[in-house]
């Protein structure tokens, strides 16, 4: 199964950019990666999904190196809101059959 | 659109009890799934169903039961629950799709509930 790494914790500053990386080396052929958000007493919510290269949507960006062992999760000027875990999830679905691997997660704290 | 929702919220059982968590989705979605969530942990998938009567085993299911009758609802069941147990339980619920010729997915999570066994 691909595992995935992420860094524990991580500090910015109101208006920063943020990069948050995720590696998963044993990331098979068919595997995407999905990035969620949560907050305190919340469900992780879906903030944007990849497969190679860049995504790139109204909150975030992913990018994703040729080989796809990592993963890099942007946020742009972040603000006190976006303190929260995220997580990296590499899955593959297909057949029915599902194997889905949630990292650790990466406990963001925004500062003003 | 109510989503995905959880009941209870919370629950204290005691070692040996058992209980049912009830988690019910109004998306039409084919896939459910039910995690755990411990400090420090990450989310652990226990079971998972890709469709009205079918369930599966996920990372985590020892201890558990699952059961899907109804499309929009999906069933947690601790027999005799055990201290190590304790955790935030979530349910989520997703529709499949492809891009590009790749599987596409994105989860829809409920509030979680938060279960403490004595």
């Known amino acids: 199964l691909a595992k995935t790494t992420q860094p524990i914790s991580m500090d910015s500053y109101e208006g920063q950019e943020v990069n948050i990386t995720c590696s998963h080396n044993?990331?098979?052929?068919?595997?995407?990666i999905t990035w969620y958000q949560q907050f305190p007493s919340q469900g992780p919510r879906f903030i944007i999904q990849?497969?190679?290269t860049k995504v790139t949507n109204e909150v975030a960006s992913l990018f994703i190196p040729a080989d796809r062992k990592s993963s890099t999760l942007s946020l742009p000027r972040v603000s006190l809101s976006d303190t929260a875990v995220y997580y990296c999830?590499?899955?593959?679905?297909?057949?029915?059959?599902?194997?889905?691997?949630f990292g650790a997660g990466t406990r963001l704290a925004v500062h003003p | 659109n109510a989503g995905v929702t959880q009941t209870p919220k919370f629950r204290v059982l005691k070692t040996g009890q058992s209980m049912t968590l009830l988690c019910a989705q109004d998306?039409?979605?084919?896939?459910m799934y039910w995690y755990r969530q411990d400090p420090g942990m990450g989310l652990r998938l226990i079971h998972y169903?890709?469709?009205?009567?079918?369930?599966a085993k996920g990372e985590v299911p020892d201890g558990y039961n699952v059961s899907r009758l109804k499309k929009q609802n999906f069933l947690l069941g601790l027999e005799s629950a055990a201290p190590s147990q304790t955790s935030v339980y979530f349910c989520?619920?997703?529709?499949?799709?492809?891009?590009?010729?790749?599987?596409?997915?994105?989860?829809?999570f409920g509030p979680g509930t938060r279960l403490t066994v004595l």
């Open positions: 044993n990331i098979a052929t068919n595997d995407y």
């Open positions: 999830l590499v899955s593959f679905r297909g057949g029915g059959y599902n194997k889905l691997i």
């Open positions: 989520a619920s997703s529709f499949p799709g492809t891009s590009g010729g790749r599987y596409t997915d994105t989860q829809y």
């Open positions: 998306m039409n979605h084919e896939y």
């Open positions: 990849g497969y190679k």
């Open positions: 169903s890709v469709g009205e009567g079918t369930t």
